[in-house]
């Protein structure tokens, strides 16, 4: 047979390519069974861009698959060979032209020209190639490749490499492949987005990529943004799938009333259930901190570090300023657990000068605590056990002076439920040491056993309760009182009781149904004077319409208020038939007294000089899918005003677009910090798409009393349209006090599969702008 054959036909060859040689198994059937189409045009095409336009150098062209021959899969480390024409393959030496595929395991190579070694399975194709497995392809003009070692090199190569929602792709001048999922880049550019897509991407001398180590390091690496340098680095190294890994996170960048702030973390692995963060802060106008944070996690415990460090403050004359942080939670055993919760800053104003307007809202009493829970049953009822160790430190202000809650050292609780029938005993033990620096000190006991019956049916309920709240106290001698021990035992006594009835209606054509749910709520306390007693823990609860539920007003134990009251109200609600989803619901109540004398907040017996409460009205709900609105009463008959009152509506069609307006008034307002008085407010919150990824979110809330802006947002979020990139802006000013301000400037650049630049602004926007969804929540 001459060594020169007609297309188109197939060859195996391998470790036992001789034997097949041998046994002639490309014979005329294999021949016709080989039949294929043969290539036409370029061996790779570029679809039309579909997220952005169509880049003029070419870049990050969509590859197409190399196409496989057809027939069954090679058997293992055998090589298949089919092409149009094949010479040499009685030499072991192969030069075939014309739709060339080669096909190996999971490799697909196709060329219109090649030159095979059998021998060592060495392939070299002078002209445009394809290669694909089951993850990547690459393209380019001249390869010398090893199909059996995965070794080899191409040059004016473009590459992708495709594993779960995983995806990056790039070029090069030179690329070397060094065995399965290890590449040499020389000269090369890549990035995480769609395919016909440069908005952004990595233009590196070296880029490394080893996909068994999930890691790609670049050398001499730029970031090039729209086609502008942006980002400089020697050495930049990141993750291939989106996990994580050791290196640098992209900077943060943000501004405001401290100047420029730039900060640079620095993420370790350091083992998949622990890692940490070290992150360089520089504050223009105040030097150079630094921040760190551990997390852990573990089958039997977990927990977080973290902490900030600004050696010298220059806005502080030099002060030493830092926070620690610390929370912890561990099982013990099958049935305990214990946990820790420990925050420290170095001085008043450390979350005022170096937080946000949450941070100095949520950290004014900063917790250090060490709890321990022991559950399980007990005489066939459920048993809790719980040991607490706590204090705080108490950030102060110019305005006014903070006490700081008493210390538990420590607080044991133990309760018990158990059902009996329709009745559910219930018992209450508690034991507490309290110290404070300055003020008085001492222990208590608390024993509060209670049963309560529950008689409900679908048109009602009924829910009679019997209670006795024994506290006593040993006190410790402070300044002219000697030690002593006192007491208090109380009755408890309540009726919970309501009805519900429902009709069938119509509401602009769909089938609803209304409730009408009365209700009363009896209590009975008899009245005695807790002023000897003293307030570790006590405070007098917001008037609010649950509150009208509940036999005492006081939180803690250390007050219990007197009581022969009956506490009316009225609800409706609204569901849609076919689904049972709520609507709409609104409500009204106030509060009897049946008695005159009550017991104030210092334990004194006063007469109440009215026998009413204020009334509590309340109406919204989820309207339609896209608009709730609510509205809140809160009214005192006696003196026929308003102690505060708010409308608010929002319209939510969609992720990334809401409307929101609120408008209210408080007589007792505490928004500067100082100061309490009357406020009446307007609060506007936006987040809407204007053009083609474009979005504005804007906030004003303003103080109609004092003709002055509270707190005002404005910014820009844009999403490309590929999604492989978006930026927001957002500027931000803010009252701290009666006539002082804050400013900030929020910019992020985020980078699909790379991360972010800048500072964020999310948290800041939830809680700004009712509905707010982020760039990467928004289809």
Same mark, same amino acid.
């Given at each position: 047979m001459p060594n020169s054959f007609v297309p188109h036909f197939t060859v195996y060859l391998s470790k036992k390519g001789r034997a097949l040689l041998r046994?002639?198994?490309?014979?005329?059937?294999?021949?016709?069974?080989?039949?294929?189409?043969?290539?036409?045009?370029?061996?790779?095409?570029a679809e039309a861009p579909a997220c952005s336009a169509p880049n003029a150098d070419k870049r990050f062209l969509k590859i197409e698959r190399a196409t496989s021959s057809g027939l069954p899969v090679p058997p293992e480390s055998a090589t298949r060979l089919t092409a149009d024409r094949i010479d040499g393959v009685a030499a072991r030496q192969a030069d075939a032209q014309g739709s060339v595929i080669v096909e190996r395991d999971a490799q697909v190579l196709n060329a219109e020209k090649i030159h095979y070694n059998e021998a060592d399975n060495q392939?070299?194709?002078?002209?445009?190639?394809?290669?694909?497995?089951?993850?990547?392809?690459?393209?380019?003009?001249?390869?010398?490749?090893n199909i059996a070692t995965e070794h080899g090199s191409a040059l004016r190569a473009n590459f992708d490499n495709v594993k779960g929602k995983q995806r990056y792709q790039g070029t090069a001048e030179k690329m070397e492949m060094l065995g399965k999922g290890y590449y040499r880049l020389?000269?090369?550019?890549?990035?995480?987005?769609?395919?016909?897509?440069?908005?952004?991407?990595?233009?590196?001398?070296?880029?490394?990529?080893?996909?068994?180590?999930?890691?790609g390091v670049a050398k001499h690496a730029r970031l090039v943004f729209k086609g502008v340098p942006i980002l400089y680095s020697p050495w930049l190294d990141f993750p291939l799938n989106g996990n994580r890994k050791s290196g640098f996170l992209a900077p943060t960048v943000g501004g405001g009333s401290d100047g420029f702030e730039l900060a640079i973390p620095y993420y370790l692995n350091l083992a998949?259930?622990?890692?940490?963060?070290?992150?360089?802060?520089?504050?223009?106008?105040?030097?150079?901190?630094?921040?760190?944070?551990?997390?852990?996690?573990k089958e039997k415990y977990r927990g977080q570090v973290w902490g900030q460090w600004l050696p010298n403050d220059r806005l502080t004359g030099g002060k030493n300023r830092r926070s620690f942080h610390w929370q912890h939670t561990q099982t013990l055993a099958p049935k305990v657990r214990m946990g820790i919760d420990y925050h420290l800053a170095s001085d008043d104003d450390y979350y005022r000068d170096l937080g946000n307007r949450l941070d100095?809202?949520?950290?004014?009493?900063?917790?250090?605590?060490?709890?321990?829970?022991?559950?399980?049953?007990?005489?066939?009822?459920?048993?809790?056990?719980?040991?607490?160790?706590?204090?705080?430190?108490?950030?102060?202000?110019?305005?006014?002076?903070?006490?700081?809650?008493?210390?538990?050292?420590p607080q044991y609780t133990s309760t018990w439920n158990k059902n009996f029938g329709?009745?559910?005993?219930?018992?209450?033990?508690?034991?507490?040491?309290?110290?404070?620096?300055?003020?008085?000190?001492?222990?208590?006991?608390?024993?509060?056993?209670?049963?309560?019956?529950?008689?409900?049916?679908?048109?009602?309920?009924?829910?009679?309760?019997?209670?006795?709240?024994?506290?006593?106290?040993?006190?410790?001698?402070?300044?002219n009182q000697p030690k002593n021990n006192v007491s208090r035992v109380l009755p408890i006594v309540s009726v919970d009781g309501g009805l519900i009835f429902e009709r069938n209606m119509k509401f602009f054509g769909k089938g609803m149904i209304q409730t009408l749910e009365p209700r009363l709520f009896y209590v009975y306390i008899p009245t005695?004077?807790?002023?000897?007693?003293? #307030?570790?823990?006590?405070? *007098? &609860? @917001?008037?609010? !319409? +649950? $509150?009208?539920?509940?036999?005492?007003?006081?939180?803690?134990?250390?007050?219990?208020?007197?009581?022969?009251?009956?506490?009316?109200?009225?609800?409706?609600?609204?569901?849609?038939?076919?689904?049972?989803?709520?609507?709409?619901?609104?409500?009204?109540?106030?509060?009897?007294?049946?008695?005159?004398?009550?017991?104030?907040?210092?334990?004194?017996?006063?007469?109440?000089?009215?026998?009413?409460?204020?009334?509590?009205?309340?109406?919204?709900?989820?309207?339609? #899918?896209?608009?709730?609105? *609510? &509205? @809140?009463?809160? !009214? +005192? $008959?006696?003196?026929?005003?308003?102690?505060?009152?708010?409308?608010?509506?929002?319209?939510?069609?969609?992720?990334?677009k809401t409307f929101s307006v609120r408008f209210g008034f408080d007589r007792n307002s505490t928004w500067y910090?100082?100061?309490?008085?009357?406020?009446?407010?307007?609060?506007?919150?936006?987040?809407?798409?204007?053009?083609?990824?474009?979005?504005?979110?804007?906030?004003?809330?303003?103080?109609?009393?004092?003709?002055?802006?509270?707190?005002?947002?404005?910014?820009?979020?844009?999403?490309?349209?590929?999604?492989?990139?978006?930026?927001?802006?957002?500027?931000?000013?803010?009252?701290t006090d009666y006539n002082t301000t804050k400013n900030a400037v929020f910019f992020q650049l985020q980078l699909k599969g790379l991360g972010g630049l800048g500072t964020t602004a999310n948290e800041e926007l939830r809680r700004a702008i009712p509905g707010y969804s982020s760039i990467y929540e928004v289809k």
């Open positions: 046994n002639r198994i490309f014979t005329p059937t294999l021949m016709c069974l080989a039949l294929s189409a043969a290539f036409s045009g370029s061996l790779y095409a392939i070299l194709s002078e002209g445009q190639f394809i290669l694909s497995d089951d993850a990547s392809n690459i393209s380019g003009e001249k390869l010398d490749y020389s000269d090369a550019e890549l990035n995480t987005c769609e395919p016909n897509d440069d908005s952004w991407y990595i233009k590196a001398k070296t880029i490394d990529t080893d996909e068994s180590k999930n890691i998949p259930n622990y890692d940490a963060t070290i992150t360089p802060h520089f504050y223009s106008r105040r030097g150079l901190a630094w921040f760190g944070e551990l997390r852990y996690l100095a809202a949520e950290n004014v009493n900063l917790n250090r605590q060490l709890w321990l829970t022991y559950n399980d049953s007990l005489w066939g009822g459920s048993w809790s056990n719980r040991l607490n160790f706590q204090r705080y430190q108490t950030l102060q202000n110019e305005k006014e002076n903070l006490i700081e809650p008493y210390r538990l050292l329709k009745a559910r005993v219930s018992v209450l033990a508690q034991i507490t040491r309290f110290e404070h620096p300055t003020r008085q000190e001492g222990s208590r006991q608390v024993l509060y056993p209670s049963v309560r019956w529950d008689f409900s049916k679908s048109w009602g309920f009924i829910r009679p309760k019997i209670g006795v709240h024994a506290t006593t106290y040993q006190l410790d001698a402070w300044r005695r004077s807790q002023n000897k007693l003293p #307030n570790f823990d006590s405070s *007098q &609860n @917001d008037f609010t !319409y +649950d $509150q009208l539920f509940r036999e005492n007003r006081f939180s803690g134990q250390d007050r219990i208020n007197a009581a022969n009251q009956v506490s009316t109200a009225l609800m409706t609600r609204f569901y849609e038939d076919n689904t049972g989803i709520e609507r709409f619901r609104a409500g009204i109540g106030q509060r009897f007294y049946l008695k005159n004398d009550d017991v104030d907040l210092s334990g004194s017996v006063r007469t109440r000089s009215k026998n009413r409460s204020d009334l509590i009205a309340f109406a919204g709900g989820n309207i339609t #899918n896209s608009i709730y609105w *609510q &509205n @809140d009463w809160h !009214y +005192d $008959q006696n003196e026929k005003r308003s102690q505060s009152y708010s409308t608010a509506l929002r319209y939510h069609p969609a992720p990334g910090t100082g100061y309490t008085g009357k406020l009446k407010y307007l609060d506007v919150g936006v987040q809407w798409p204007i053009y083609r990824g474009y979005s504005v979110i804007a906030r004003q809330n303003y103080s109609l009393t004092d003709k002055k802006a509270l707190d005002q947002l404005i910014g820009i979020n844009y999403r490309a349209d590929c999604g492989c990139w978006n930026a927001n802006l957002v500027f931000q000013r803010y009252v």
